[in-house]
């Protein structure tokens, strides 16, 4: 069994859905939620606070150098994610269909490199 990243993606300097959407989109994803465990591909999900909230630590001339905000200007953010593991990547793009109707945004699905024993 692979592992598999699905980034929620959502446009840069976006604002969130109107409530009653919003209401939709969080228990489409629960319902999800709960169908990835039942399925037992599920490993881990969160949403994650808006870019600028983050902090970059960055290597520069043998110091590490912080950085509030996101590291790059980019049209997509990511909004969460969503960690599964399952047989192959056909498996894991029909998790992502569920859970880009789920979200209504795109995801990003991308394989975790295979870890030498």
């Not at 465990?37 to 590490?64: E, M, P, Y």
Request: contains cysteine.
């Amino acid at each position: 069994m692979k592992q598999y990243l699905l980034s929620v993606c959502y446009p840069a300097g976006s604002s969130q859905p109107e409530p009653s959407a919003l209401t939709k989109i969080m228990n489409d994803i629960k319902a999800l939620r709960a169908e990835m465990k039942s399925a037992g591909v599920w490993v881990f999900s969160g949403g994650l606070h808006a870019a600028d909230s983050a902090t970059v630590l960055r290597h520069q001339n043998g110091d590490i150098v912080l950085t509030d905000g996101p590291f790059i200007e980019s049209k997509e953010q990511i909004g969460g994610i969503t960690i599964i593991k399952v047989p192959d990547l056909d498996a894991a793009l029909l998790w992502a269909r569920k859970l880009a109707h789920a979200t209504t945004t795109p995801i990003e699905v991308r394989p975790f490199m295979e870890q030498p024993a």
